[in-house]
């Protein structure tokens, strides 16, 4: 049986947006939301914290329908891109606010706990404002879960910190999920910080989702041609210059699965001849080259830079994705 | 967020705004009433061409001291908006200080300094007729204004974005070219907006016109109101230019209330230079200039507390006040206690029933709310205080205590606006988001207001707390018009005694009256209770 259920949740905001979508996710699990701005990321997260009601389905948490639940009964925790801490109080205060009905030395207890497994040992008196960006998050990340919550949301939670940090962190709430076992729904646009911290993933677009699936999956094997684009650069050919056959069909292929100029290639590859290199970006792990093969734009890593102006291109027969 | 999540705000603000709505009514109805109590009463005030002539002139004065204010300060904020330099900080704390000065300060620093007999006529050994004159009130309204007009647009200078002119300066522009194409247009609103302010200030000018204009010829609404009260015993007269006055005012805040909210100010920290060479001369100037026309008044004033007539120096005034003894106008330890008292209690009140209107306003993102609550500013503080009388004479009880009543509701009308003025924008600071972490942890509203917004209001409120204070220190026209001499606050005693020429004994009280100023802006605007809210 799911853990969280919305079943043909729908809202509708007339001439501008809607979103209908259903899905399911376990217990234990963590599942990223991804999709581009304005697909719906925000209102979904509003349906299921409570700040907004669905026109139309039912979300079940638990076996129990919150649907019409107000924010404080649904026990669903939030951690937000501005961390949202309170600024009056510290960081015990902050941590404790959210636990009710808990002597004085158990909440203190509990907070050295949860301040430990953040790893901020020792920062219970600390002003808030005073915090630096991981920090904060990181308050914001024990305060939720301090109020023991059903669920976890984290709206975009690490997109104010800079890239090395949001690295570190990202393993930090993993490792926190794995501790915990507090079932989270974590959104977010960057699709690597999904993939690498995600049970599963979950695209939307434009109201509507797109692919659900474990992240190796929707990678290799998007169901639909968004969600191929939405994961991860790519080709996007007509299917007629790869079979040499009459179709209207699209080829999508991922960069790894072009060759330069490979030595004796089996049958397992396509051979495209004489395609143009447009351009070679260094990329430290070697180079991400754009080339262009009878009118059509395609991209692949090479170990290094290609030498001459046109180059042979063999692609993996059986990765190339039909749509 | 749903609607239902405004319930408890507006349940909150419900009472405060009852207590306004009848607080302010209350002696506007009956000024409404006095005036159609004769038949035809109203009529005539409006078609009289001397009403007109009247709003002329009071249209005249403070458009002429709004626009000179805002055009000498613009100068002086851009150059403060722009470098930084020694003393720098103390001045623009002492601009914002302006905003709480008493007008009978003014008027007393200018009959002392500027008066025939007066500091500046004495060590230029000259004879400058400048009291009693149109240019006394002007100059005495951008000596109170001119502050105001200096630190709003520095202040809007400094938390707007400067790259337009940096980027007009690397385009190889010049300064004056910058100047009228990037900088004027950027503080365009601004400078609107203080010009509206004084205007607003100006407009219902009192205290000024009755002591430096002394010809009936400069009369203001206000104090031809007063006036016809007073002096010609016409009270349903007086009553029928009130509501005009009223109603003027009303159209005036109204349309200024739209100037504001279209003015957006893009937040961006400016960088400040150092000032070296020239620069630093120009400021060494420009402070002086400040200086040199906002210090004397102040200076004359402490100066003459301690000299006689005839510069001997003697401390009789502060033995005066210390000896509980009377003026001739009414004891000044009683008047030192009436006005901290009424101050105290109404500032108070204020502050709290303006914390709960100012956060409703600001949940609900209601702009009608804040215009409404500042409609008090559109009834002059005479015309209040006519209505309270009013009032006064329809109640069955006549006491001193009643008295004292009234003053303090006529003080919590006039100061209210401000309060409120002073408490939203840090309400408006609030994320909605804090309020929603709070409810995923179960809070409830009510909890979340007292747990974690009103905290996040302490420095408002104690800013405004300070502010309503100090004005209501300040507030002489209403406690005047409405005391029937029962209730001597500190200016309404140095009024008196400015009228009776007992200068020093005025000048001992304004020096009491400009240290509690100072240090209740001191408090309100005191580090260590900073906002935590950017």
Not at chain 1, 238 to 258: G, V
Not at chain 2, 224 to 238: F, G, L, Q
Request: with cysteine; aromatic share 10%; net charge positive.
């Amino acid at each position: 049986m799911s853990y969280l259920e919305c079943n043909g949740l729908k809202r509708i905001f007339p001439g501008k947006f809607t979103l209908d979508l259903s899905f399911e996710m376990g217990e234990d699990e963590l599942l990223c939301i991804i999709g581009p701005s304005g697909s719906g990321k925000s209102t979904l997260l509003s349906l299921l914290c409570g700040v907004d009601s669905p026109d139309f389905g039912k979300i079940i948490l638990n076996g129990r329908d919150i649907t019409q639940e107000p924010i404080q009964k649904r026990r669903i925790g939030m951690v937000f891109q501005d961390f949202s801490l309170f600024p009056t109080m510290d960081v015990s205060q902050n941590i404790c606010y959210g636990m009710r009905n808990i002597a004085k030395d158990e909440r203190e207890n509990r907070t050295a706990e949860l301040l430990d497994l953040v790893g901020l040992s020792g920062f219970e008196k600390r002003s808030v404002s005073n915090l630096s960006g991981g920090e904060a998050q990181r308050i914001a990340l024990a305060r939720a879960i301090a109020a023991q919550p059903q669920i976890l949301l984290l709206d975009e939670p690490l997109s104010a910190l800079d890239a090395p940090l949001r690295k570190r962190l990202r393993t930090v709430i993993r490792q926190i999920h794995e501790q915990t076992r507090i079932p989270m729904i974590y959104v977010t646009h960057d699709r690597e910080e999904a993939f690498a911290i995600s049970d599963r993933v979950m695209i939307i677009n434009k109201g509507k989702v797109e692919a659900i699936g474990r992240p190796q999956d929707v990678y290799n094997n998007p169901p639909n041609l968004f969600s191929a684009r939405f994961t991860g650069e790519g080709s996007c050919i007509p299917m007629s210059l790869l079979t040499e056959e009459d179709s209207e069909k699209l080829a999508f292929i991922r960069p790894e699965d072009i060759k330069i100029n490979k030595t004796n290639p089996s049958e397992n590859y396509i051979i495209l001849k004489d395609a143009t290199v447009v351009s070679a970006e260094y990329i430290t792990s070697g180079f991400f080259v754009r080339l262009s093969y009878k009118g059509s734009e395609l991209c692949c890593y090479a170990s290094s830079q290609p030498e001459s102006e046109t180059v042979d291109l063999a692609v993996k027969r059986d990765r190339v994705l039909c749509f | 967020m749903p609607s239902s999540d405004n319930r408890y705000y507006l349940k909150n603000a419900v009472p405060a705004l009852f207590i306004m709505a009848a607080v302010f009514l209350l002696p506007v109805g009956t000024v409404f009433l006095k005036a159609f109590s004769v038949p035809g009463e109203i009529g005539r005030t409006f078609t009289d061409r001397y009403t007109w002539r009247i709003l002329l002139f009071t249209v005249l004065e403070s458009s002429v001291s709004a626009l000179i204010s805002v055009v000498i300060a613009i100068p002086f904020a851009l150059f403060f908006s722009r470098y930084t330099f020694f003393g720098r900080r103390a001045l623009l704390t002492v601009s914002d200080a302006a905003f709480a000065m008493p007008a009978i300060l003014a008027v007393l620093g200018f009959v002392i300094y500027y008066g025939n007999n007066g500091v500046l006529n004495r060590l230029l050994s000259a004879n400058f007729q400048i009291l009693y004159s149109f240019k006394a009130i002007i100059l005495a309204h951008v000596y109170l204004n001119f502050p105001v007009a200096f630190s709003l647009i520095t202040s809007a200078l400094l938390s707007s974005s400067d790259q337009g002119e940096q980027a007009s300066r690397l385009l190889g522009a010049s300064e004056i070219r910058t100047f009228f194409r990037i900088t004027l247009p950027r503080m365009w609103g601004t400078v609107i907006s203080a010009f509206t302010l004084i205007f607003l200030f100006c407009f219902p000018s009192f205290l000024i016109v009755m002591s430096l204009g002394g010809n009936p010829r400069f009369f203001t609404m206000e104090a031809e109101i007063y006036k016809r009260t007073y002096t010609d015993v016409n009270p349903s007269s007086a009553a029928s230019l009130s509501i005009f006055s009223f109603l003027i005012m009303t159209l005036i805040l109204v349309l200024s209330g739209y100037g504001r909210s279209q003015d957006k100010v893009q937040r961006r920290k400016v960088h400040l230079k150092k000032t070296r060479g020239r620069e630093k001369a120009l400021a060494f100037v420009l402070c002086l200039l400040i200086l040199l026309f906002m210090a004397p008044p102040m200076l004359s004033i402490v100066h003459r507390s301690f000299f006689n007539r005839d510069g001997v120096f003697t401390l009789k005034a502060w033995t005066d006040i210390a000896r509980r003894s009377s003026s001739g106008a009414g004891t000044s330890i009683r008047a030192v206690v009436n006005s901290l008292a009424v101050a105290f209690a109404s500032s108070a009140a204020a502050v709290s029933l303006a914390s709960s209107i100012a956060m409703d306003s600001a949940k609900r993102k209601s702009t009608f709310i804040a215009l409404l609550t500042s409609l008090p500013m559109a009834v002059g503080s005479v015309s209040l205080g006519l209505g309270f009388s009013f009032l006064s004479a329809k109640l069955p009880i006549r006491s001193t205590a009643m008295s004292y009543v009234l003053v303090f509701l006529a003080h919590l009308v006039v100061v209210m606006p401000f309060a409120i003025r002073t408490i939203l924008p840090g309400a408006r600071k609030i994320p909605q988001r804090l309020s929603l972490a709070a409810k995923t942890m179960g809070g409830c509203d009510r909890e979340i207001y007292r747990k974690i917004e009103y905290p996040l209001l302490r420095p408002y409120r104690k800013r405004a707390l300070a502010f309503s204070f100090a004005l209501s220190l300040g507030e002489v026209n209403a406690t005047l018009t409405l005391g029937e001499g029962r209730v001597t606050t500190i200016p309404v005693l140095i009024y008196k005694m400015i009228n009776q020429y007992n200068y020093q004994g005025a000048s001992a009280l304004a020096v009491i009256l400009m240290a509690v100023a100072v240090t209740v802006f001191a408090i309100g605007e005191s580090k260590g209770d900073e906002s935590v809210l950017s």
